[in-house]
Nanobody, 114 residues
Framework: VQLVESGGGLVQPGGSLRLSCAVP????????VGWYRQTPGKEHELVAA???????TYIDSVKGRFTISRDDAKNMVYLQMNSLKPEDAAVYYC?????????WGQGTQVTVSS
């Protein structure tokens, strides 16, 4: 069972992207879900998380720019990313909190460049 990410792409600094994560029904109502990102040679970094009660948390570097949300009717989790910076470039993944190996998907590449 994998979570499936989509929505990445190339964007200029200051631009926006909306990432989507399809979460299997078997885990959607049970786990908090997070967006992680990874750059070459580094571990996955948890960027934002949303609990089943819609409580959200963010790392300091994305606060005020990123918004995580969930659609219970569609079993989807989204990450709206605004005011993107070059340092936001990474492969973005979604997974539960804490992450479980079987749930890692292929990720979606976000490139921020002029």
């Amino acid at each position: 069972v994998q979570l499936v990410e989509s929505g990445g792409g190339l964007v200029q600094p200051g631009g926006s992207l909306r990432l989507s994560c399809a979460v299997p029904d078997s885990i959607f109502s049970i786990y908090s879900v997070g967006w992680y990102r990874q750059t070459p040679g580094k571990e996955h970094e948890l960027v934002a998380a949303i609990a089943t009660d819609d409580y959200t948390t963010y790392i300091d570097s994305v606060k005020g720019r990123f918004t995580i949300s969930r659609d219970d009717a569609k079993n989807m989790v989204y990450l709206q990313m605004n005011s993107l910076k070059p340092e936001d470039a990474a492969v973005y993944y979604c997974n539960v909190i804490p992450p479980l190996s079987p749930y890692w998907g292929q990720g979606t590449q976000v490139t921020v460049s002029s």
